[in-house]
């Protein structure tokens, strides 16, 4: 019966992003255009974190470093060797799997605060590395505080639309694929209880890993799109943690180790900004916090999450 | 042929020695009661054989496979679960999914056969009407036997029941020994640590004791409890429900 609802949520959810995918054609203006391409971009960046902190529940506070990785690899791929943008793209999303990877080995034995402790640090320390790195070693490479320009591309909004609308697309489609397959089984048995996890043969260490490492790879190309996008990084802008924070609201707003959490808690955090920032531009942000408080207290699973208890659904 | 063997197994928690020199073997199809009174090291011991701590000292042999130090999952897939005294079900999953862990990570098993594994393995302790419940929402005793399938489905050989029985009215612990005996006539071997001295005197093949991390007597059942050191330690108190039952 259930098993049969979530087939019918992941067909309903193929055609909406099948009838996503024609947004370009059907908007009126640029505005509207980059208004659908930002959330479809937070769909996307939201669900890396749920990826891995959602079902996981190890809370990553540092989830932005790998996003920052991403945006200075294509920019130094594009800008010092020049790497076309398609090669550079692939490139970030590898690099910051591999330092997820090296990252992930000491970091993941950390348990609760520690390991949100851990992971803020060690975004807070890339931050710091991009921008005093070239005047330590008087060298040119990541540029600093000045940050690094992108090659300007010729290319109109929807091609970055269209770049980011698969890997958005994959990212929830992983979350589908973990609620159904063994290594989801894994990951939630080590979030409900991890001890108990490990005698039962679930190999913890090995699982957590793979899910910070694809969360990180995720976040990378992310990262890259936005950097050519916006063609002018800084490492305040692609390290802020306010990206972090806005990763964890929209998913806790959603629903956390929620299938469709992220997609939820993404479209309407970023719709309500822009609408209420367009009118309300003074106080905007005092009314979004706001609203979250209010959602919070409402719906303490999230949107998603309230949904699936009070109708006893499993996997959405 | 041997399951399970410890050799000189220590385990100290700074000054406190939990379990001092225990040596003991687990043979094939055997189950075998664990006795003690609280502290005695019982907990303790478990824990070492599946890798939960690493022992001060000692050597640890799983189906003749040198474990001693190794994770437990490894410990696990080797062929060795415990249930645990502190019951730790998957609160969000429902009672078969958290069989299914077992039959997956543990059994290394696909998808499709593990659903089928869990399925037997639900029908065999009997969790049948609770399988599709949340297994945060099911009663004391259900949550027992949901130790007990989890650990069964990981498909070990040798099976470690920590207290398994705790809180159980007599009437469970009747269906409860049922059940253990149908687990041991499947080939299982099984090291039983109860208080219920009904429950180790009906079931065991051999008793070993613990008394302050020290194996103090081992032998089949009416030699334990005769034993001297044995009654004076922990059965003393408890011979005379013994009688009765
Ligand atoms: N993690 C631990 N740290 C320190 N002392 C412990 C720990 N676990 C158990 N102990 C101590 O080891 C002794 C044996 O405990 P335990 O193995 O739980 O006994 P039993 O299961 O036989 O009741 C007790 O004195 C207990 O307080
Ligand atoms: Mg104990």
Redesign the pocket.
């Known amino acids: 019966m259930n098993y049969r609802i979530d087939r019918i949520i992941l067909i309903l959810f193929l055609m909406f992003t099948g009838a996503v995918a024609f947004v370009p054609y059907l908007v009126q203006s640029e505005y509207q255009l980059r208004v659908v391409t930002v959330v479809v971009l937070w769909v996307g960046i939201a669900g890396c974190w749920n990826m891995m902190s959602g079902y996981t529940g190890y809370i990553d506070f540092g989830p932005v470093v790998y996003f920052g990785i991403g945006s200075y690899v294509v920019a130094i791929a594009m800008t010092k060797y020049s790497v076309p943008f398609f090669p550079s793209l692939f490139l970030s999303g590898c690099i910051s799997a591999f330092v997820a990877f090296l990252v992930g080995i000491p970091t993941l034995r950390l348990r609760g605060a520690y390991f949100a402790i851990a992971t803020f640090a060690f975004a807070e320390a890339m931050k710091q590395i991009t921008l005093e790195f070239d005047r330590t070693f008087n060298v040119s490479f990541f540029q600093g505080s000045d940050g690094i320009t992108l090659p300007i591309s010729n290319y109109e909004n929807s091609f970055f639309f269209y770049c980011i609308l698969p890997v958005t697309f994959l990212v929830v489609f992983t979350h589908y694929f973990i609620e159904h397959s063994k290594f989801g089984y894994a990951l939630k048995a080590i979030k409900e209880a991890e001890s108990a996890a490990e005698i039962s043969g679930v190999n913890t260490t090995a699982n957590k890993l793979v899910a910070y490492v694809m969360s990180a790879f995720f976040l990378g190309l992310f990262g890259a799109i936005e950097a050519y996008w916006i063609t002018y990084i800084t490492p305040s802008d692609v390290f802020n943690v306010q990206k972090t924070v806005q990763m964890v609201i929209m998913t806790l707003l959603g629903g956390m180790g929620t299938f469709l959490g992220p997609v939820v808690g993404a479209t309407f955090l970023t719709l309500i900004s822009e609408t209420l920032g367009a009118q309300f531009v003074e106080y905007y942000l005092i009314m979004i916090g706001a609203i979250i408080i209010v959602a919070i207290l409402i719906m303490p699973s999230g949107i998603i999450g309230g949904l699936k208890i009070r109708k006893k659904l499993r996997f959405i | 042929m041997t399951s399970l063997e410890c050799k000189k197994v220590s385990m100290k928690f700074g000054a406190l020695a939990a379990v001092q020199m225990v040596s003991f073997s687990l043979n094939s199809g055997e189950i075998l009661g664990m006795i003690g009174p ?1 502290g005695a090291g ?2 303790t011991l478990f824990n070492c054989v599946i890798g939960v701590y690493r022992p001060t000292s000692g050597k640890i042999y799983v189906n003749g496979i040198d474990v001693t130090g190794m994770k437990p999952h490894k410990v696990c897939r080797i062929g060795l679960a415990k249930t645990s ?1 502190i019951m730790e079900p998957f609160t969000g999953m429902t009672v078969f999914e958290n069989v299914l862990v077992g039959a997956l990570h543990g059994g290394r098993m696909k998808m499709g056969p593990a659903s089928y594994k869990t399925e037997q393995v639900i029908e065999l302790v009997g969790l049948n009407e609770y399988a599709y419940k949340l297994s945060g929402s099911i009663p004391v005793p259900v949550r027992r036997r949901l130790e007990l399938a989890r650990a069964i489905a990981t498909g070990a050989n040798i099976l470690l029941l ?2 398994n029985m705790a809180g159980l009215n007599p009437h469970e612990i009747d269906e409860a020994l049922e059940i253990l005996k149908k687990i041991r006539d499947s080939g299982k071997s099984l090291i039983v ?1 109860e208080h219920i001295m009904r429950v180790v005197m009906g079931i065991s093949d051999r008793i070993i004791v613990l008394n302050y991390g020290s194996k103090i007597a081992e032998g089949l059942p009416e030699e334990v409890v005769n034993n001297e050191a044995v009654i004076k330690a922990y059965l003393g108190e408890k011979l005379s429900s013994l009688k009765v039952a």
Do not use: G, L, S
């Open positions: 609280n019982k907990t005294q920590d207290e640590v």
